[in-house]
């Protein structure tokens, strides 16, 4: 079982930055890709970024060139970097791991564990 916790969520204005992080219990963290979703209430997950067991990265296109996901495995801990905040981008934002595939993947489906989410606001 991995238990997720996300936290460095707040309220920033446009072009403002943040940096979520997503503690993860259990020993396989190394060996789970990993993922940042994000959701708005009425709409459906979305997948922002993810990263790869082996460490290759993907982005939405409408956060790339903004959003860093990284992954620290000695401290089992996922992050993402967010500059040049939009006010669309106002979201809760969620971690996700799985263990059992080990590439990159934006959809929500190829997930089996899930955080509890943190609140990002950007006003304008």
């Known amino acids: 079982q991995v238990q997720l916790v996300e936290s460095g969520g707040g309220s920033v204005q446009a072009g403002g930055s943040l940096r979520l992080s997503c503690a993860a219990s259990?020993?396989?963290?190394?060996?789970?890709?990993m993922g940042w979703f994000r959701q708005v209430p009425g709409k459906e997950r979305e997948g922002v970024a993810a990263?790869?067991?082996?460490?290759?990265?993907y982005y939405a296109d409408a956060v790339q060139g903004r959003f860093t996901i990284s992954k620290d495995n000695a401290k089992n801990t996922l992050y993402l970097q967010m500059n040049s905040l939009k006010p669309e981008d106002t979201a809760m934002y969620y971690c996700?791991?799985?263990?059992?595939?080990?590439?990159?993947?934006?959809?929500?489906?190829?997930?089996?564990?899930w955080g509890q989410g943190t609140q990002v606001t950007v006003s304008s």
């Open positions: 996700a791991a799985d263990a059992r595939r080990i590439g990159g993947s934006l959809r929500s489906s190829g997930y089996d564990y």
């Open positions: 259990g020993n396989s963290y190394s060996k789970m890709r």
């Open positions: 990263i790869a067991t082996y460490g290759t990265a």
